[in-house]
């Protein structure tokens, strides 16, 4: 295919450039290190919110294409890049917009002995945190449905972003980010949209385990806030693992202190995975959301059975449920995923049963 899309290139460009120097041109470009990768992530759900919306949607799960690949400069140091766009099997671009496709972790960097640095837009060392204990990542049950809520929410990727990551120090390493603005730019003066982000992982035989912590500033958009967070998991027996999950939001944003008791909150979950065979495993997760102001907490459970086909493709079978306090409207269904209706009514129990296929490629 290599050889096919080159000499098409070189009968299109050699206007004036010998052939044999352009082809050689061609053939080391194509040498570079350069993976083509995605993953095409779909799920039928049916989903309640317990009041006026009862329907069965087709939903697409944060697929995505990618291109990555690096460059080896000396013995002791390498470029890097990647290229990631999400992509939407369903309708349109799942974050709203008119296009199919949206900017995910596009970066570009140095390695070496020293650990790398990177520059572009990409997921912050406090969002990664959470992967420890993220059973049901991009799932119905995804536990963003309570970590990620309105304008106190984390788990994000920023914009203009710098970030180091030290090499691995006896399973620790330990990711630090720092974002100049949210958006592309300033829009005032007055605005100090900045993001500081830091965590701190260690892998070591049966644990793994991060802690992170971020502060943004305030906006023209969103306020002021921080956040903790904790995540872990422990593998008891090769088939048995248990995790746990810790997070806290100091939301500062504004005059309205009622909004700051409304955003503010500790959020925790247990969970447990089981292998029934090599390729089958049973989950399960419990978390609440305990608000400041109590009357916008929620509890979330969620169960689901996994199989891999091979390596590559796998199915899964997901059912969740929130039980929301008088006030708060969260569903198990609204995080990374393009059927994500809001709920109708406060105070309900909103339920999702989700039968999906994920292809990795």
Same mark, same amino acid.
Request: charged share 20%.
């Given at each position: 295919m290599v050889a096919?899309?080159?000499?098409?290139?070189?009968?299109?460009?050699?206007?004036?450039? !010998?052939?044999?120097?352009? &082809?050689?041109?061609?053939?080391?470009?194509?040498?570079?290190?350069?993976?083509?990768?995605?993953? &095409?992530?779909?799920?039928?759900?049916?989903?309640?919110?317990? &009041?006026?919306?009862?329907?069965?949607?087709?939903s697409s799960n944060s697929s995505r294409l990618g291109f990555k690949g690096s460059h080896d400069i000396s013995p002791d140091l390498k470029a890097f890049f990647q290229i990631e766009q999400q992509i939407n099997f369903a309708t349109g671009s799942e974050d709203g917009d008119s296009g199919n496709f949206s900017t995910r972790d596009t970066f570009v960097g140095l390695a070496g002995n020293f650990g790398a640095v990177q520059v572009g837009r990409f997921d912050s060392p406090f969002k990664v945190a959470r992967g420890p204990a993220n059973l049901f990542g991009d799932q119905v049950g995804d536990m963003r449905n309570l970590t990620r809520v309105g304008d106190a929410r984390f788990d994000e990727r920023y914009d203009n972003t710098l970030q180091y990551t030290t090499p691995d120090l006896n399973g620790f390493r330990i990711k630090l980010a720092y974002s100049?603005?949210?958006?592309?730019?300033?829009?005032?003066?007055?605005?100090?949209?900045?993001?500081?982000?830091?965590?701190?992982?260690?892998?070591?035989? !049966?644990?793994?385990?991060?802690? &992170?912590y971020e502060k943004v500033g305030k906006d023209s958009s969103k306020g002021k806030r921080d956040g903790l967070r904790l995540a872990a998991a422990y593998k008891l027996t090769d088939n048995f693992k248990m995790v746990g999950f810790y997070q806290n939001v100091d939301y500062k944003g504004g005059s309205n202190a009622a909004l700051r008791k409304q955003l503010s909150s500790d959020t925790y979950g247990l969970g447990g995975e089981y292998k029934l065979s090599s390729n089958t495993a049973l989950k399960a997760m419990w978390m609440t959301r305990d608000a400041d102001d109590s009357d916008y907490g929620a509890d979330m459970w969620v169960v689901g059975v996994e199989h891999k086909l091979d390596k590559a493709v796998r199915v899964y079978a997901n059912y969740a449920v929130t039980d929301n306090n008088k006030a708060a409207k969260l569903t198990p269904w609204r995080q990374a995923r393009s059927a994500k209706p809001g709920a109708t009514m406060a105070g309900k129990e909103a339920s999702g049963l989700?039968?999906?296929?994920?292809y990795d490629f």
């Open positions: 096919a899309i080159n000499t098409r290139l070189i009968k299109k460009l050699s206007i004036g450039i !010998p052939a044999s120097a352009l &082809a050689l041109a061609i053939s080391s470009q194509a040498m570079a290190e350069v993976t083509i990768y995605g993953r &095409a992530h779909v799920s039928v759900d049916y989903l309640d919110d317990g &009041a006026k919306y009862s329907k069965t949607n087709l100049t603005y949210e958006g592309q730019n300033a829009v005032e003066d007055k605005d100090s949209s900045d993001a500081g982000s830091v965590a701190l992982s260690y892998v070591r035989g !049966p644990f793994e385990g991060a802690l &992170a989700s039968v999906g296929l994920r």
